[in-house]
C-alpha cells in the first residue's frame, strides 16, 4: 500500500488500514477471536498465524467451547440451501459482531460462488457498521484479482476508512497487473478528485513495478499525466540505478525535476558508494549552483561516518552559495553526522571551520548539543569558552534550550552553578519553554525560576497560546451572541 501517497491518498490510506485493522482488533480481543481460520483469510489483515495456533492454550477452552453457538448452528445447514439463504440464516436476528469471523467466511466463500453482484446484498444486511465496512474491504480485496473495474466502482460506494482501504487495495492489486488497464479504469471515474488521486496511484505503482515500461509509454496517458508519469518513473530509476538516472536526466530541461532527481540519486547512490557519488556531484554539471550543493549535502551526510576526513576537507573547499538559514559552510552537515558516531572527531574540526556566514555558530552549537544529548555538561559548558562573547550569547542560548528539553532536571540542579548570570537567563527561559511538554518542574521550583528571570516575563510560546485561546474564547462568545439572536 505503500506508493498511495503525497496527493492525496497515502497518508489518509495508512489511516484507513489503521482504522479498519483496529477495529478488527477491537473485535478480535471483545470474542476471543485474534485470526481467521479460514484459509482465504487476507494476510494483509490478520497475518500468517492460524487462529488455531493462536488459540492452543492449555488453561483455555475446550476445543468445542471455542465454536460460537451461531457457527455450530450454521454447520448443520443443509447443504442445498442456496448461499444467500446460508446468508440470511447467519445474520438474521444475531449479533453481527459475535458472527464476524463466520460472516467474513462466508462472504467470501459466496463472492466466489456468484461473483461481486453479491456485496449489494452482503451490504445492506450488515446492521453493525464496524463489522459491514471490515467485511466489505476484506471481499473487494478478493473482487480486485477477477473483476477490478467493478471492485473499484463497488468500493466507491463505501464510506470512512474502509473505502479507502478497499480503494488502496483494489488499485494496487490492478495496477501492479495491469497498470494500462488501472489507468484506462480510473480514468472515466466521474468524480474529478477521485478520477485525479486514483490516477495518480495507479502511476507511483506502475512506476515502481516497471518504470522504463511507463516512461517508454508516456505519451500513451492522459495529457494530465505525463509529467507526473515522467516524473515518478525517473525517480523509480534513479532509486533502482543512479547512474541510468543520470543519463536520463541529462536531457531534461525542468530544473524542478532535475533537483528532485539530483537529491533522489544523491540519496541512494552514497548509501551504496559514497565515493562515487562525490565524483559525480563535483564533476556533474547542474543548472543551478543551488541544486548542486543539496544534492553535496545529501552525499557529505552518508560519507562523514565511511570517510569523514575526505568528507570535511571537500566541505571545505565548496563554496557558500546557500543563503538564509542555510547560511553556511558545508562543514556543518560533516559535522552534524559526525558528532553521532564519533563526537571527539567532530571537535576537533571545529578549529578548521571557515569563520564564514553562520559556519562557527552552528558547528560549535551541533558539538554542544551532542555533549547534552550524551550527558557530557561540563564538556558543552568549556566548549563556549573558545567564542567571542556574541558568539557565546548564541551558543549558550542553543545549548540551555536543548539542556531543558532533554534532562530538564539535572539542569535545574546545576543553575545556581552555572558561570554567568547570561546563561542562567538562558537556562531558565529553556525551563519555562519546555516545562508544559517534560512536566519536570513542579510549582515551587517554577517560582524559583522566576529570581532568574526579568520581572514580569512571560514564555513567547506560552504567550502566543495564550493570546490565541483567548481569541478563540472571544470567537465562541461572540458567535453564540450572534447565532442565538432572532431573525
Known sequence: MKFLNERGFQAAGLFAIGAVVGSIATLAVALGVVALTSDKAPPSLFGNQSAS?????????????????????????????????KWEALVYGQSNIAQFELLLRHAQTWLDQEGIKVIDRISSTLSDATVHDAVIASVLQDAAHTD????????????????????????????????????????ILESFTDRQALQESVL????????????????????????LGMEEALLAISRESPQEAIQLMADLTDRELVDKLSKEIATHWSEQDAHAALDWVLTNE?????????????????????????????????????????YRGLEV????HLVETDIDAAKAMLSQIRNEGLTV????????????????????????????????????????????????????????????????????????RYNPETYALNDEQLEQLKTYLPEGYEDPWSRTNRLT???????????????????
Open 148 to 187: 477490478p473495474q467493478t471492485a473499484l466502482q463497488q468500493a466507491l460506494e463505501l464510506k470512512g476508512p474502509a473505502r479507502l482501504f478497499a480503494l488502496q487495495t483494489i488499485i494496487e492489486i490492478w495496477a501492479s497487473a495491469d497498470p494500462q488497464s488501472a489507468l484506462a479504469g480510473v480514468s
Open 469 to 487: 485561546r483567548e481569541m478563540s474564547s472571544n470567537f465562541d462568545g461572540t458567535s453564540a451572541i450572534i447565532f442565538s439572536r432572532s431573525p
Open 333 to 336: 552537515t560533516v559535522i552534524q
Open 204 to 227: 507511483k505503482i506502475w512506476a515502481n513495478v516497471d518504470p522504463r515500461g511507463l516512461l517508454d509509454g508516456i505519451d500513451l496517458l492522459p495529457e494530465n499525466m505525463r509529467q
Open 53 to 85: 495456533t493462536l488459540l492452543d492454550d492449555e488453561s483455555g477452552p475446550s476445543t468445542v467451547d471455542q465454536i460460537p453457538d451461531s457457527e455450530m448452528q450454521f454447520s448443520t445447514t443443509s447443504e442445498y440451501e442456496s448461499p444467500e439463504d
Open 361 to 432: 555558530a552552528h558547528a560549535y552549537s551541533e558539538v554542544g548539543r551532542a555533549y547534552i544529548r550524551n550527558g557530557e555538561f561540563d564538556q558543552a559548558l568549556k566548549l563556549g569558552e573558545r567564542l567571542s562573547e556574541r558568539g557565546q550569547r548564541n551558543y549558550y542560548g542553543s545549548l540551555m534550550y536543548q539542556w531543558a528539553l532533554s534532562d530538564p532536571e539535572s539542569l535545574f540542579a546545576a543553575l545556581e552553578g552555572l558561570p554567568s548570570e547570561q546563561i542562567k537567563d538562558q537556562a531558565a527561559r529553556g525551563l519555562v
Open 286 to 326: 547542474f543548472p543551478t549552483n543551488v541544486i548542486q550543493a543539496e544534492a553535496l549535502m545529501i552525499v557529505l551526510a552518508n560519507l562523514a561516518s565511511e570517510d569523514p576526513e575526505l568528507a570535511f576537507q571537500t566541505a571545505r573547499e565548496q563554496p557558500i552559495v546557500l543563503r538564509g538559514q542555510f
